[in-house]
């Protein structure tokens, strides 16, 4: 895939990367987490070092963990041997997350010939979930799962069902492209998770809940049975202009919470809030820590927890 002008002018802005290290993943999480089923099941993450994804989205910021070129063969199967160390004995039907900031289904990032050797090394797991935008799933994602003991999860940005802001965040992405990527990976038994924005950029803050809970529902409308919530970050340059041009703002704790309440109402799926650097998140400083232990016990509980009182917010409202 070539890179495009847009696509220059986007990663020239960015800051220089940091040094990785090809045949180490970059960290190993252990967490427990809410399955499909809504059932409370160990989870381990290993963030792997591999290529940089291609598509260049206005406000990714992952690209600072990838290589510059192609993920060297055998790389990534000694990262994962790597974090099992690191992560001691992992209990058995435990899910598993192999997040590499880019595209399992991109050879240049995971090789094909890799996936035996991959696949052996995860045949305690019940689950595993992989990240790809929906372009590049295809059969190949059948292929890695019938090598797989357990079940197959393909985790893919959907971002937003915005019109507007959807073909402006250069993900090269349509709805109908998303559809036939979930409507293919179901024909293969393959789960779907998907990963919906809250902020994006080019949609106004007063509406930033209502698209959030929309994009999920087109999500489980497509067949994911887990959507996660995630908050735009800034940092990678892109984000900071388009906050000049005043076409983007972050969201606070706040409207992370309002969006988790009103997808969880929709009551179609599971819905988790993303709360990695959340207390970096702005918004009422009285309230903050208050709101993420909340969002942080719905995660895992899925509901009956009462809202969050502040003297602050409560006043303004």
């Known amino acids: ?66 290589l510059d070129g192609p993920t060297p063969p055998g790389a990534i199967p000694a990262q994962i041997s790597q974090a099992f160390e690191d992560l001691g004995e992992i209990p058995s039907g435990a899910t598993i997350k192999l997040y590499n900031a880019s595209n399992f289904f991109d050879d240049k990032a ?7 050797a991959i696949a ?7 689950r595993v979930v992989v990240e790809c935008h929906p372009r ?17 999860e393909v985790a893919m940005g959907l971002e937003t069902v915005h019109p507007v802001a959807l073909p402006r965040l250069n993900k090269k992405l349509s709805l109908e492209s998303f559809g036939r990527a979930a409507t293919l990976l179901q024909s293969f038994g393959v789960g779907i998770r998907s990963f919906v924005l809250v902020g994006a950029p080019f949609i106004p803050e007063a509406e930033m809940v209502e698209w959030a809970i929309r994009s999920v529902d087109y999500a489980q409308q497509h067949g994911s049975k887990m959507v996660s919530l995630i908050p735009v970050r800034s940092g990678n340059g892109e984000m900071q202009r388009l906050a000049d041009l005043g076409v983007s703002s972050p969201p606070t704790v ?39 232990e909340r969002m942080d016990r719905l995660n895992r509980d899925g509901s009956g927890q009462p809202p969050v009182t502040c003297p602050v917010c409560d006043r303004a409202d």
């Open 136 to 152: 590049l799933v295809g059969d190949g994602c059948r292929e890695f799962a019938e090598l797989l003991q357990g079940r197959l």
């Open 110 to 116: 995971v090789p094909r010939a890799d996936w035996s």
């Open 254 to 292: 706040k409207l992370l919470e309002e969006a988790l309440d009103g997808a969880m109402r929709l009551d179609q799926g599971v819905v988790l809030a993303d709360l990695w650097d959340a207390e970096n998140l702005g918004g009422c400083s009285e309230c903050r820590r208050a709101r993420i």
């Open 120 to 126: 052996e090394l995860l045949t305690s797991c019940s």
């Open 1 to 66: 895939m070539s890179i495009s002008s847009e696509d220059q002018r986007i990663r020239q802005l960015r800051p220089a990367k940091r040094p990785l290290d090809a045949w180490r993943p970059i960290g190993v999480q252990q967490e427990v987490e809410r399955n499909a089923e809504g059932d409370l099941v160990p989870c381990a993450t290993i963030f792997l070092t591999g290529r940089e994804c291609p598509f260049t989205c206005v406000f990714c910021d992952l690209w600072q963990y990838t």
